[in-house]
């Protein structure tokens, strides 16, 4: 028997285009009950417009697997607001993140973000140049072309490439 996953009452970092999407939020000064309306704004790579229905006096924001099939993958800032008749007030805000459906993937992918790709392509030519003579080099990763004229210079880019992987990885 398969058992329902708890519905979360906070609103979602990161979605999976394609996925169930389900969400609560309980605003005791802007109750559901009281005919106040939740609705989201989210915009990104694409725009999303969500409404969220009453649930008691919960609001409960609900997305099809056919909707968010439809979502464009990428970071994507929210805000939030309730409107009842000719009010409206902001009640939160933030940031998300809609990955990719691996079904609708086709031929190959990297997951790896930009910064990783960068550091990755540093550490397998840096690591190509030992013992040779060399004094400048240059080498392509994610659509970029970086040239050094020493190897105290891919040291720092290195260095750079790290700091800004973990960033990234963070994030």
Do not use: C
Request: charged share 25%.
């Amino acid at each position: 028997m398969h058992q329902s996953a708890d519905i979360p009452f906070t609103e979602p970092t990161e979605i999976i285009a394609g996925d169930t999407i389900k969400w609560k939020r309980s605003l005791s000064h802007y109750s559901a009950a009281d005919s106040w309306v939740l609705k989201y704004y989210l915009r990104g790579p694409s725009a999303i417009d969500l409404t969220a229905s009453a649930d008691g006096s919960d609001h409960s924001v609900t997305v099809t697997a056919a909707a968010s099939a439809a979502y464009v993958p990428g970071d994507y800032w929210w805000k939030s607001f309730v409107t009842k008749s000719s009010e409206r007030f902001p009640v939160g805000e933030g940031r998300l993140t809609i990955k990719p459906n691996f079904e609708k993937i086709a031929g190959t992918y990297d997951g790896r973000g930009k910064a990783r790709i960068i550091l990755d392509a540093h550490m397998t030519a840096y690591a190509g140049r030992a013992g040779r003579p060399e004094i400048g080099y240059s080498l392509q990763a994610a659509g970029r072309t970086f040239n050094y004229k020493s190897d105290g210079d891919m040291i720092a880019a290195i260095q750079f490439w790290q700091t800004e992987t973990r960033r990234e990885e963070t994030a």
